[in-house]
């Protein structure tokens, strides 16, 4: 039951309704019922015992770590690790086993194989589960070093864990910030339900009228590339860049608009990443909370490790002690982004266009930024100047663009055949020569397309100002009411849905 289908409305109306009116002690309880209630309806219902499995584990390991001494530290360390490796063993197994089998077979084949050495396995994948997963053992690590209270009673884990509107595709959440308002009463408030809703709108109006039209375009190209070479390929990226913004954003949007009309305020997980002037300034901006968890989690631990100890104090010694630090760190950063790469997904693709090659990004940034002030000083040229602002958002734009070219290509040779395709073809007449109308968007749907992207961009520049709907909110009631219900039928008359049609799964679903 996909949160775009009118059943699903249905279904969080009645819940809301229900919320509200039971007493307030019994709210909690409601949500977790109304949380297995949504998965059990949302595919085969005997994937839930994935998530009950990991919550049950967390849940012992907890209460192990809370019950051991801090003189046990052998002990407690012991619990973690399990606790780690049982959770992460099914994430591997659910996730990643066939991404090892392609690459041995793979590997096989480039030492003159023949045939498929490993068969490939198939595993039904829960809900949400690199989501929950993460969530979860986020909050073990917290109680094993004591910035988190261990949480007693199992059917609260249980609905931190599998909170129905997180285990679509997130945010993370970190329970010491986020996990007991889960559990608190909560009155009705007009102006939090109703603010709710209005987020969720704006949800519905980036899924639905934006990224599944631009989704018709990039299938096309990418599905048949060979024939749509040079700028069909470069046109398709940058929609593609879009699509997937307005899809996860898009769903991120709904997501916190639902649990804000249940008075459950999740963190944000955008922030208007098409505006940073750097690659790093863009991971700040996008996917938030994976990269908040992955540099809480990974990153630093990896950092303070006894090798990474050793080696920063052999390369102080050997480059000196500003680049010896800095190249230990690049180390450590290539396990960062690997794992952020093989979070998105068992393939290669996703482990260059998600990882690997940001890494690369982030690197030469660091690198190259001492010698470029230096040029633009002797120049002249203005840092902070408008130009080069632009230039600058302009330059981290393509270089996702490159990344997200990986990330939706078939496979890693397909991703470098386009790229080779989109730099070796010069047709940049098809611009205006019509041939644009022939990849799957007629005219009317283009300019559909073209107006709403316009209208994104235009709320997207007055959030670098401050929030939309606080803006919103100040104005007299009239203007309120028209500027909503326009977007509610914006999205209404122009959304994609319907007889005959079925809104696809959001992108990060499958993570």
């Not at 919320?19 to 949504?38: D, R």
């Not at 059917?155 to 007991?180: D, N, Q, T």
């Not at 330059?395 to 990344?403: D, E, I, P, S």
């Amino acid at each position: 039951m996909g949160i775009t289908s009118f059943y699903f409305l249905c279904f969080f109306a009645a819940m809301l309704i229900v919320y509200y009116s039971i007493p307030k002690k019994l709210q909690w309880g409601f949500l977790l019922v109304c949380s297995v209630a949504y998965y059990l309806m949302s595919g085969n219902g005997l994937l839930i015992l994935y998530p009950i499995v990991s919550v049950s584990v967390c849940y012992l390991g907890i209460r192990l770590l809370g019950k051991l001494s801090s003189e046990k530290e052998k002990e407690r360390k012991g619990v973690l690790i399990m606790t780690i490796l049982v959770n992460i063993g099914i994430l591997v197994v659910l996730k990643y086993v066939n991404f090892g089998i392609y690459t041995v077979n793979g590997i096989a084949s480039l030492l003159g194989g023949s045939g498929t050495l490993l068969e490939e396995v198939d595993f039904l994948a829960p809900l949400g589960a690199s989501f929950y997963t993460f969530s979860l053992l986020g909050y073990v690590v917290d109680v094993y070093y004591g910035i988190a209270a261990p949480q007693q009673n199992y059917g609260k884990l249980a609905l931190y864990g599998m909170y129905f509107p997180v285990m679509i595709s997130g945010p993370i959440l970190k329970y010491r910030e986020h996990g007991e308002q889960f559990f608190a009463p909560h009155f009705f408030d007009y102006r939090q339900v109703t603010r709710g809703l209005q987020r969720m709108v704006w949800g519905f109006f980036k899924k639905l009228v934006i990224a599944e039209r631009l989704g018709t375009l990039v299938s096309t190209v990418y599905g048949q590339y060979p024939d749509y070479p040079g700028a069909y390929i470069w046109i398709a990226t940058i929609c593609y860049a879009f699509q997937l913004y307005t899809d996860f954003s898009g769903c991120m949007d709904i997501v916190l608009g639902m649990s804000e009309s249940l008075g459950i305020i999740l963190p944000e997980n955008f922030r208007t990443p098409f505006f940073a002037e750097s690659v790093a300034e863009y991971w700040r901006r996008w996917h938030i909370t994976l990269g908040v968890w992955m540099k809480d989690y990974v990153f630093y631990p990896v950092l303070r490790s006894r090798f990474f100890t050793k080696l920063n104090r052999s390369w102080k010694e050997r480059f000196g002690k500003k680049r010896g630090k800095q190249y230990a760190t690049f180390a450590a950063m290539f396990i960062l982004w690997l794992t952020v790469g093989i979070w998105h997904g068992g393939d290669w693709k996703f482990v260059i266009g998600s990882g690997l090659l940001h890494w690369f990004y982030l690197v030469m940034e660091e690198l190259l930024a001492p010698p470029c002030a230096r040029l633009m000083s002797c120049l002249h040229v203005n840092g902070k100047g408008r130009v080069i602002h632009v230039v600058r958002v302009l330059r981290t734009f393509f270089l996702v663009c490159v990344g997200d070219l990986f990330f939706r290509a078939s496979s890693v040779g397909d991703a470098f055949a386009m790229l080779r395709e989109a730099v070796t073809t010069w047709n940049v007449s098809v611009l205006w020569d019509g041939s644009l109308l022939q990849l799957g968007l007629d005219g009317v749907e283009m300019a559909i397309t073209a107006v709403s992207l316009l209208l994104l961009y235009g709320v997207s520049l007055r959030q670098q100002k401050g929030s939309v709907r606080d803006a919103i909110a100040a104005k007299p009631l009239p203007v309120r009411w028209i500027l909503w219900y326009a977007l509610l039928f914006y999205v209404i008359l122009l959304g994609c849905y319907g007889p005959g049609y079925s809104a696809s799964e959001f992108i990060y679903q499958g993570f």
